[in-house]
């Protein structure tokens, strides 16, 4: 079966050091997306890809950066690592083009930067 | 004003209860109107879609949308335990790959 998975699902890191996480889907989405979940803010857009080589950036993408190298992945990379991007960590990827753009949710990486 | 509002919760009901979820938004342009449900440590789920205004219904699940007050709902008949998790609205615009706009979510929690 086609899914979406994210790695580690667990982190921990310090302030300062660069941190990836990893996004893989076999859907064979065009669109891929990076959210954070944080309480009382709800899902917050960084990053997404309508396809290979094609970056944009979201509402909250200060810090963050993502490369989109072939369909599958879209890594999310924090360059150095700051305590308010402590949050849940999620990826997401649609069909595309389309006017319907159900998006499809990984299992999300909770990242703690101490 | 935010594009998308939603009650912040969270919220409490005993079995059995009819629930009430709503969403307002701003924009006129929204045309896709989704629900998606989020159990606890795990991604969104879509639970239910609806295109423009109207009704829909999937068993126990209602979606609602009144474009001219810009109002969605979704009801839940017979909530059950197993019905506790976040409820996130989501719209859209109608164009290729238009991107989602969230609620920030309302914790639902169904007591036995």
């Known amino acids: 079966d086609a899914e979406i998975t994210q790695s580690p699902r667990h982190k921990i890191t310090e302030t300062g050091r660069q941190v990836t996480l990893a996004c893989h889907q076999t859907w064979n989405h065009n669109n891929m997306f990076w959210y954070r979940q944080d309480l009382g803010h709800g899902l917050r857009l960084i990053h997404y890809s309508y396809g290979v080589q094609d970056t944009n950036k979201g509402e909250v993408s200060d810090g963050y950066s993502v490369s989109r190298s072939n369909t599958e992945d879209l890594p999310l990379t924090l360059e150095s690592a700051a305590s308010s991007q402590t949050s849940v960590y999620f990826c997401a990827s649609s069909v595309g083009p389309s006017s319907y753009n159900e998006q499809f949710f990984g299992p999300g990486t909770r990242l703690t930067v101490l | 004003q935010k594009e998308v509002e939603q009650d912040p919760g969270p919220l409490s009901v005993p079995e059995g209860a009819i629930v009430s979820l709503n969403c307002t938004y701003s924009n006129s342009a929204f045309q896709y109107f989704m629900w998606y449900r989020q159990y606890s440590r795990k991604g969104p789920e879509l639970l239910m879609y609806?295109?423009?205004?109207g009704n829909k219904e999937d068993g126990r699940f209602t979606a609602q949308v009144d474009k001219s007050s810009k109002y969605i709902s979704l009801f839940i008949r017979d909530s059950q335990p197993s019905d506790s998790a976040t409820y996130l609205c989501a719209l859209s615009f109608t164009g290729a790959n238009s991107k989602l706009t969230f609620g920030k979510g309302i914790t639902l929690s169904v007591r036995p």
């Open positions: 609806t295109y423009s205004s």
